[in-house]
């Protein structure tokens, strides 16, 4: 994402988790659609099930997946190398971001996820979430959906 609409919708989401309730879709929608137009004029969107190559170590957020109504995460960092095939639904063709899986590291749970989340009873797994900027500045297209 550019760095000014980044922020802008960074800080739409921090104020409404300041005061307790979610964004308005008055305020996010529009955000969120300059986003996107941002992003037409160099960027190219990622579909589903493609492949990407970290070129570079890059830091990017993972979410923690529960058997129970409620998400954790944090961030982390790949490896220059690290693959990642992303997921996009079919109805957004240009997504801001993504989820994301790496195809080709077997212990980045390990390494990404706390262990005390890794053991609880509820934990259910874990995905990465790529902006679609960092996508294009950060990895390399390998295989196409």
């Known amino acids: ?7 802008a919708i960074r800080d739409l989401l921090d104020k409404a988790a300041r005061l307790g309730r979610p964004v308005p879709l008055s305020e996010l929608n529009p955000a969120l659609e300059r986003e996107k137009a941002s992003l037409r004029a160099w960027a190219r969107f990622p579909r589903d099930g493609e492949v990407y190559e970290a070129l570079r170590d890059v830091e990017v957020n993972f979410l923690t997946h529960w058997l129970a109504p409620f998400t954790g995460g944090g ?3 790949l490896q220059a190398g690290t693959r990642v095939r992303v997921g996009v639904t079919s109805d957004n063709p240009e997504p801001i971001g993504v989820h994301a899986q790496a195809v080709n590291r077997p212990t980045l749970e390990q390494e990404l996820v706390p262990a005390a989340d890794r053991h609880a009873d509820k934990y259910g797994g874990f ?3 790529i902006d679609t900027a960092c996508l294009n500045r950060d990895f390399r297209l390998i295989e196409s959906g």
Do not use: D, Q
């Open 75 to 77: 961030k982390g960092w």
């Open 127 to 129: 995905s990465l979430s």
């Open 1 to 7: 994402m550019t760095e000014e609409w980044t922020n």
